[in-house]
């Protein structure tokens, strides 16, 4: 599976979008990129998985570059309640594979 | 969407003694579960795959006698942590994914906070 790579830690106001960059420049035509969270000690959360069009859903949005290489994962509001690390890996859809975590990135939504 | 119910939350023992969590799929079936560890301030680190009917597969480095795993049927995972030291205190969770490949990805348990005194 392709590596990732996160910025360790990212800040972002309360009401304000937020921005989760992602680089993936290994991933192979038939990976998937998937975004989890994990709140402070609670089990990771799905929040959303793409292949190369961009991606909503009520959580968030995945934005995919054309050469899918890198990514972008957007709270459009975030709350306090989105202080948590979030996870992006990326993963043949068919793999009866693991999913492996990297470091992630610590989002931290300030008041 | 699919959940995956963990049991229990968290748990105390005594070193030495055996301790056995509970992984749950309630509304999906899953031939394959995985456990991971994870300490504090540190990432996931995956120790077993569990596979319904067959012996559980395990990374590198984690004691398949000590990290007893059972996978009696399509919906129930159990990881039995057998002579606890404190050393194994963590936090363990368990993941699966849907049998008809239906579009929920992994689902994660909530967790199980092991600690051993």
């Known amino acids: 599976d392709a590596k990732t790579t996160q910025p360790p830690s990212m800040d972002c106001a309360e009401g304000r979008a937020a921005n989760l960059p992602c680089n993936h420049s290994t991933i192979s035509g038939n990976e998937y990129v998937y975004w989890y969270r994990q709140i402070h000690s609670q089990g990771p959360q799905y929040i959303i998985h793409?292949?190369?069009n961009n991606e909503t859903n009520e959580m968030a949005s995945l934005i995919i570059t054309e050469d899918r290489k890198s990514s972008t994962l957007i709270l459009p509001h975030a709350t306090l309640r989105d202080t948590a690390v979030y996870y992006c890996i990326v993963i043949s859809r068919g793999s009866a594979r693991q999913l492996t975590f990297g470091s992630g990135t610590q989002l931290t939504v300030l008041p | 969407g699919a959940v995956v119910s963990q049991h229990p939350s968290w748990v105390i023992c005594k070193s030495g003694t055996s301790v056995k969590i509970e992984c749950r799929s309630l509304d999906f079936q899953a031939t394959t579960m995985f456990w991971y560890r994870q300490f504090p301030k540190q990432s996931l680190m995956l120790m077993a795959t569990s596979n319904e009917g067959s012996k559980a597969t395990y990374e590198q480095g984690v004691e398949k006698d000590k990290f007893l795993i059972n996978h009696a049927s399509l919906t129930l995972s159990t990881l039995t942590v057998t002579s606890a030291h404190p050393e194994d205190s963590s936090f363990y969770i368990c993941?699966?994914?849907?049998?008809?490949?239906?579009?929920?990805?992994?689902?994660f348990g909530s967790g199980t906070r092991l600690t051993v005194v």
């Open positions: 993941s699966a994914k849907a049998v008809d490949g239906a579009n929920y990805g992994y689902t």
């Open positions: 793409g292949l190369k």
